[in-house]
């Protein structure tokens, strides 16, 4: 089996409303697209609560980390020898450089929320676009965690579950374990 590399997710941007919809989703795609934790900026209770559940029901210890400052998260990542990929519509299309992201072993991934500062831009090792078109955080996550990864990531195993999905053509097979 392919070994992974290590990926961690980073969410920058000053919340104006709550969002924790978008947050959760961000969250709950990079557990499941094979990333290790994710830091956000304030992590609700909720938002905790929630994805501790998941991991209990479905596996994997997926962290949700809370740092005020993206400007760490971003310079520890560089002590670890992470490579630092910006998702952002103004970058180099994923294709055109996805080879290259796909030797690092560690990386950290960041995307937006409204208003991203300048200084990310330049901060990270690699801007990068997912078309040249603007959309969504997550969508743009799923995509290049896919891409990286060159599609190991949808055979993770999560290891200890109290519940599994047996796949089946038609209805739901659920097991407990
Ligand atoms: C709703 S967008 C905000 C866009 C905002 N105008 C900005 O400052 O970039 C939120 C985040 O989604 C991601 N995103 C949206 N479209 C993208 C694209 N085409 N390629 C890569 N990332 C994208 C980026 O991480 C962006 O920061």
């Given at each position: 089996m392919v070994s992974l590399p290590s990926v961690r997710v980073l969410r920058v941007g000053h919340r104006f409303v709550r969002d924790d919809r978008t947050l959760t989703h961000l969250c709950l795609t990079s557990r499941a697209l094979g990333a290790e934790a994710i830091y956000l900026e304030e992590v609700e209770p909720d938002i905790a609560r929630s994805i501790s559940r998941v991991n209990a029901t479905w596996g994997g210890d997926f962290q949700v980390i809370e740092e005020k400052s993206w400007r760490d998260v971003i310079r520890k990542a560089k002590k670890e020898a992470r490579t630092v990929v910006h998702l952002t519509?103004?970058?180099?299309?994923i294709q055109e450089k996805v080879s290259e992201l796909r030797k690092s072993k560690k990386l950290l991934v960041v995307v937006g929320g409204p208003k991203v500062p300048r200084e990310v831009y330049f901060a990270a090792d690699y801007n990068i676009a997912v078309t040249s078109q603007p959309h969504s955080e997550t969508a743009a996550l799923a995509i290049a965690l896919h891409e990286i990864q060159n599609g190991e990531e949808l055979k993770k195993d999560f290891g200890k579950s109290t519940l599994r999905i047996i796949p089946k053509d038609r209805g739901k097979r659920v097991i407990r374990s």
């Open positions: 519509m103004y970058g180099v299309p």
